[in-house]
């Protein structure tokens, strides 16, 4: 025999879980970098860059090539999670679960995904960014949560710095 659950219930589900972001969700940080062309300087002094990773060398993210200099630019943009420092309070997983020490668990929206994908780190709690920084990388791939596993997605996070 079917049960047959009305959309109502999950719209209630729903509603109730997107209301606990208001509550106890923080507005973090995504961190991307990119490379910016900037006005060329003959009088510079960055050294030239012959490798393709900007990692690589001493040119501290700046590459000079072809009379153009490039630089590595870091932008953020806002987002809001779930954050759980505890991991008590993590959403559990089936499992033996192993993350390295100083880790996280963020749970967010499906639609914000995509943005959290690209971000190369996350800085926590950007009301508190003035008391320090506290910046995660992500430690593993991304899993859904929630009634139909549609609308939520969790994550872990390792600390950088």
């Known amino acids: ?32 970098t990119e490379m910016t062309k900037v006005a060329h300087d003959s009088d510079n002094n960055i050294p030239d860059h012959n490798s393709v990773n900007v990692h ?17 630019v870091e932008t ?8 759980y420092w505890d991991s008590k309070s993590w959403i559990k997983l089936g499992g033996n679960l192993v993350v390295p020490d100083n880790s996280i668990q963020t749970i967010g929206k499906m639609t914000d995904l995509p943005k959290v994908l690209r971000a190369k780190e996350l800085i926590v709690h950007k009301d508190i960014k003035d008391y320090g920084e506290i910046r995660f990388e992500r430690a593993g791939a991304h899993y859904p949560l929630g009634l139909k596993q549609t609308k939520y997605f969790a994550c872990f996070w390792s600390r950088v710095s």
């Not at 606990?20 to 961190?31: E, N, P, R, S």
């Not at 993210?61 to 200099?69: K, L, M, S, V, Y």
């Not at 953020?76 to 999670?81: F, N």
């Open 56 to 72: 690589h060398g001493r040119g501290g993210g700046h590459i000079d090539r072809g009379g153009e200099t490039f630089v590595e």
């Open 76 to 83: 953020t943009e806002d987002i809001v999670l779930k954050v």
């Open 1 to 32: 025999m079917a049960i047959n659950v009305p959309q109502s219930v999950f719209d209630k589900y729903f509603e109730v879980i997107d209301s606990t972001f208001t509550i106890f969700g923080v507005t973090c940080q995504l961190v991307s």
